[in-house]
């Protein structure tokens, strides 16, 4: 998934500090796209690109606009975080759900994802703008999150999801072993580790076997890390032949 459409917008930002730490947590995770609508700071700001270290580029490429309404005029949708539920007729969502939504490809536009300044949060008036206002689950003492801290658990969430799914997606992807090379494998491998003695007692070999057996077909190996195991196995009898030389 290309995070390229993905804009972290942040409203009334007071702290410079803060902007540096949210661009270093986007660029943690692989988001680029960092606006600024309204600033109660100087800008730019030596401080921010002091805090940004390495996500000094975020920081230099930022935009400022001077309204929420400028700054969401090139996404197709918008959610706005919000630790408080609003008596507003509004979509609200939770993180996890909205995390879901945009990983599925259920939301596929251009996205501006909306937080507000340290001092108050967003508005009502922001919150109209907004397509779907979301949640952040804390503990009930105290729901307030640092701004950097939000930024932080939705960059974290969706690439944590996003990755995971194309971790999967590259591990399907390879031909599955076949079970003529698994059969070939637990031969070679009981083989010499019978002959090195590790059935004992013997009379318990074929419930060792299975185990075994067992321990890699849950596995559920590819074609290519059966051919590594095979590999492991024959170097490690290799040494040993030649050590007993």
């Known amino acids: 998934m290309n995070f390229d459409k993905i ?28 606006k600024l609508v309204s600033p109660k700071l100087e800008w730019p700001s030596e401080k921010a690109l002091a805090v940004a270290v390495d996500a000094k580029n975020i920081v230099e490429n930022i935009k400022v606009y001077s309204s929420l309404r400028e700054a969401l005029s090139d996404s197709s949708y918008s959610i706005g975080y919000t630790a408080r539920l609003r008596d507003m007729s509004k979509q609200f969502s939770d993180n996890s759900k909205i995390i ?23 508005t009502n008036d922001h919150l109209s703008l907004i397509t779907k206002c979301v949640t952040i689950d804390t503990h009930e003492n105290f729901s307030s999150l640092n701004l950097s801290h939000a930024v932080n658990v939705f960059c974290y969430s969706l690439f944590s999801q996003v990755f995971k799914t194309e971790q999967l997606v590259d591990k399907n992807s390879e031909p599955h072993g076949s079970q003529n090379d698994l059969m070939y494998f637990f031969d070679h491998l009981e083989e010499e580790l019978e002959s090195r ?3 004992q007692p013997e009379e318990k070999m074929p419930k060792m076997k299975q185990n075994l057996r067992n321990i890699f077909h849950r596995a559920d190996l590819s074609e290519r890390e059966i051919a590594t195991l095979r590999g492991v196995v024959r170097v490690l009898s290799e040494y040993r032949k030649t050590k007993e030389i």
Do not use: C, H, W
Request: aromatic residues 12%; without cysteine; charged residues 15%.
């Open 100 to 122: 879901s939504e945009i990983k599925e490809q259920k939301i596929n536009d251009s996205i501006g994802v909306v937080f507000g300044g340290e001092a108050s949060g967003l």
């Open 197 to 199: 003695g590790f059935f």
């Open 7 to 34: 804009s972290i917008i942040l409203v009334d930002t007071q702290l410079p500090e803060n902007v540096g730490l949210v661009a270093r947590s986007m660029y943690n995770f692989g988001f680029t796209n960092l």
